[in-house]
DNA sequence: TCCGAAACTGAAAACGCTTTCATGAAATCG
DNA sequence: CGATTTCATGAAAGCGTTTTCAGTTTCGGA
């Protein structure tokens, strides 16, 4: 264990003085061609490495970025996740990653936790807090947040328009000939849980349906929600022949509750989705889904972070979705 | 914005110097009560935050643990990071993610990208570099390694018994009568996935049975592989009445290849998984698996790391595997 | 041959904190 | 009551960089 080199040893090796070192990583002034030399090897001898906190320090950029998830494990925020590594892969940014849990407290804690370790910037992934209360932050830090929309010069938010999203996965069942659509709805209190709520419901009355109490069953977006959801709705006993589920997890969640009473998939009951997670693909029968693009979701964040924090003011492009067809929704 | 606001600047508010301050933040010395409080107002006046680059330019550590993952989008790593994060809730310390997508050189110039962030340790998942290479690196910094075994002053392995996990998967498909196992492996070159291998055959020799090229399919530990490698392996024509993945994601792969050739499970064909994610309970049938404990794989990883940075040798104790008796097998 | 501009360089200050070091005041002791 | 600890505090040094500031050379042009 070498102790520290610093930028004046490779100076004293090198035989020139601190300031040339310096000069010399940053680039920002030419350098003598025989002084490089000089640095190179001195470097390379002691195999030296600039001391970032020191550079830090001193720039007042860490070159980080926070990220608010609210569930490591889950593979909808894992995929958001890889989306904002590639976006920043080769900008010499890092990620530094807390989980707010669902907790509105959690989130808030270590959102100022991040900014107390100087991040230059956040994101958080479906945010739990008020538009209100990221503004609030965002005047200490640029902030991008996604499931929700907004534009302000230092707080964005991108989201694909779950209302509207939801109104076509309803009406894709309804013009399947289904009439009576139950929904296993999303964790209460997300702007997203409502606006899908809101966009099933609507799809509902613009068929002339009058929606349901019976036929909405309270889920939190997890597997174990959903399948609680499947005896929620059964208990009720309002018939239905078709289940919109607020996201893929829920609708895994319902598949299992669904298998255990002998209900099949898509004879008996026709089954969508919203996400698009790779496990919609492995399902049996592979599942019918709303697309997020959840991967370039992520990306997207990251981008536009990057930009705000370069200063670009490009104007941000929201993301888009897409009903998937696959075999889990059959005609009534 | 408010410009950054320094321990000087509480100093003059409150009436004190600097190091007073500094002495009241770290609670180091004590200070007089008078001067506690006259701080305290000041700080609360200032809303100000000590700048922890500065903090950690003078002592030499960030409270930061460096991760490397092989793909953020694990549900498998997804639950270690949630092991890793609970065992440092509440210590001060931070997580610094990267991931080496499961390539030896991208896994060590990521792992030296967080050196040079002057992490104060690092946790690799399932590292791709061998014990070598990575007792290399410790000499830097402390490491802790998932997913192979391994006991050193500086870098420690942990792992369940894969060779012996394996063993027992097999052994519990002859059990139940079955003579014709197929096995669906690993990513190549990875040592659990050799050791998973290697369990296996040992099980069908300890029976009297040769192990059978044939029965052996290349996977990559992704549903992608899991499902190619169905094909490759009724490809080869050779029968088998029972699989061994070599973990979940290979099952649920080799799952969805089933069904698309109308095999069913377990009726025709019985199938045992490795690591039980969370999704394997929702595997349609749920799925019979060896049991990694993944969540606390990752904790006790964290928690391992945390000791060697407070300087603590404690022996470490290695997680145990464990059967998990679903709905996937059945007697041939 | 002289002059201003350009190229190159070192000393020193600054980033914001912690930690000796030194010192005066207060508390303890025989 | 004088000598010794202990307590509380400020000044200053130091963590490892980068960035003025202030030269010294070097060079092209007149």
Redesign the interface.
Known sequence: ?SQ?ITVLDVAREAGVSASTVSRYLTGVTSVSKIKQEAIARAIELLDF?P????Q??KS?S?K?IGIVTQ?????FF??E??GV?QAIAGTGY??????GHWQAREEKDHAE?L????VDGIIIFTSTASDKQIQSLS??VPMVVTGRRMDMPRAVGLAVDNEQAAFEATQYLLEQGHRRIAHISGRVGQPDTEARLQGYKRALKTAGIKPDAKLIAGGDFS?AGGMLAINQLLEARGSFTAIFAANDQSA??A??GL?RRGIRVPEDLSLIGFDDL??A??M???LTTIRQPT?ELGKLAGQTLLNMLAGKTETVVQPQFELVVRESVRRA
Do not use: D
Request: aromatic fraction near 6%; charge should be positive.
């Open positions: 264990m520290n490495t001391n970032v906190l020191a830090s320090l007042g860490t980080t569930a490591l494990e889950s593979p894992g995929e996740l890889k590594e890092a990620l530094l990653i807390v989980s936790l900014i107390a370790r100087r005047r200490q597997e895994l969640g598949r299992l298998y790779l496990l693909n492995y049996l029968p592979p991967f």
